[in-house]
């Protein structure tokens, strides 16, 4: 797997880090045909940006009948469990902003992470083929990273999903990190399907590893990169690397 130089642009702090981060959503949003498609992201970092997205000065800016949402990993949980993260995003903005049929969570209904996964498969590939042929899954994907190098949810022991190149989505049966439930997660081809990858990486305890992965690490993270078009690092000053060469 190879891993790509990363452009990095540093904020302030983490409310400046979500309004970059809506801003390119809306500019990348502006830039694309319809439907336009965004992967989103769980976790704790873009609850902030979420919620952004839902104030009337950004609310206004997204033309919401043209966009459809996405998750790129979900807990293998009830949609309405606090852990869930297509539910985080539903409360966050989702709920209040998103046109009726644009929300496509993973169904999590299903027998297993592995039925979940073939489900949600079905889901992109069918949307994918119906309204975006010849186009990339994905017009922006959000990422974080674990304190592990995870991204999305795959965990740098599980080498079966990190070397899938063929399935766009799998099912992880074990999480190396909290929550320590089951989940579902796009592969590394499933997420490279993007105009734009944009990692939200914020606070002091994500300094260490995004230095490890900065500077080639072999992590889960580090080989997560849009197949056919840019990848961006978007960090706060508290998760700045001390040696990091940035674009400010
Ligand atoms: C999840 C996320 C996961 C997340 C990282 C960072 O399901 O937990 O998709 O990959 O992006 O663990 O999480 P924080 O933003 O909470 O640090």
Redesign the pocket.
Known sequence: MTSMPHRVIVQPDAAALAEAAAQRLVDRIAASTAPVAICL?????PKRLYELLATPRWRAQIPWPQVHWFV??E?FVPPDDPLS?IGMARRAFLDACAAPGTVHPVPTDAATPGDAANGYEHTLMTFQAGQRTGRPLFDLVL????PDG????LFPNDHAALTERIRRVVGVPRANVAPFVPRVSLTLPGLASTHEMLFLVAGPDKQAILQQILSGADLPASHAHAADGETLWLIDRAARPLNLNDDQ
């Open positions: 992201t769980g976790g704790s970092t790129g990993d807990r993260n990422l974080g990273i674990g995870h991204v999305a949810s």
